[in-house]
């Protein structure tokens, strides 16, 4: 589990194909890895990693065909700047939401707007995640911990102080950027437990608002 709370910009410095997927090396800049051993956790723009090998100065990763597939790792290459966040221990603050490291999918850039000292960015969902963000819950976008301040459709809007501008890489966000989004942990198994005991039969893929008015939640 994680926290959002990013603790240092990183930066791709290999990504090696190996046995039909790839093996990933991070360098981690200022990142403490005094207390990080081989197994353990760490986000990578929001995707949880574990580390195979811990050559000094970053970490060694496998990322497997299913994260490339479901992630913007796939768009990384070589010196590309990564947002970085070691695993929560139990003495760790909880500054943002609780994280998983497990992205729900990959969101595009839409508009960059100056707003006084702040950079507003307006960003589009998948459409199937729309319906999990909510105006002021949190968002995680590429592994860092938001407040969404207003929604239309899929498309949510960010305002990004400066002090997160220079501790993520969301300074060098522009229009046409893929995003690794992680919706509320909350809303994905609320959704589950809606369903009730129709959640163990296969055609149980989601809420539909046919099934919310049928059990009370929306009028008929």
């Not at 195979?52 to 010196?79: I, M, Y």
Request: with cysteine; net charge negative.
């Amino acid at each position: 589990m994680f926290t959002g709370i990013i603790e240092a910009i990183g930066s791709i410095r290999a990504l090696t194909p190996k046995g039909g997927d790839v093996r990933l090396y991070v360098q981690t800049g200022k990142l403490d890895l005094g207390d990080v051993k081989l197994g353990d956790s760490i986000a990578v723009n929001g995707v949880c990693l574990t580390a195979v090998e811990l050559p000094g100065d970053g970490f060694w990763a496998d990322v497997s065909r299913e994260t490339l597939s479901h992630t913007a790792l796939a768009g990384l290459k070589s010196g590309s700047p990564v947002n970085l966040e070691k695993a929560l221990t139990p003495t760790s603050r909880l500054g943002g939401h609780l994280v998983s490291g497990h992205v729900d999918g990959v969101g595009e850039v839409v508009s960059r707007e100056e707003n006084a000292r702040a950079v507003q960015f307006r960003i589009r969902a998948p459409r199937e995640l729309a319906k999990y963000i909510a105006l002021k819950g949190s968002i995680t976008v590429d592994g860092t911990s938001l407040t969404v301040n207003a929604v239309n459709g899929a498309e949510f809007e960010l305002t990004i102080v400066p002090h997160t501008l220079a501790e993520t890489i969301m300074a060098d966000y522009r229009p046409g950027r893929q995003v690794n989004l992680e919706v509320d942990l909350l809303a994905r198994y609320i959704e589950r437990l809606l369903l009730g005991d129709k959640a163990a039969e296969p055609a149980a893929s989601g809420i539909s608002e046919s099934f919310l008015a049928e059990h009370g939640y929306l009028n008929k």
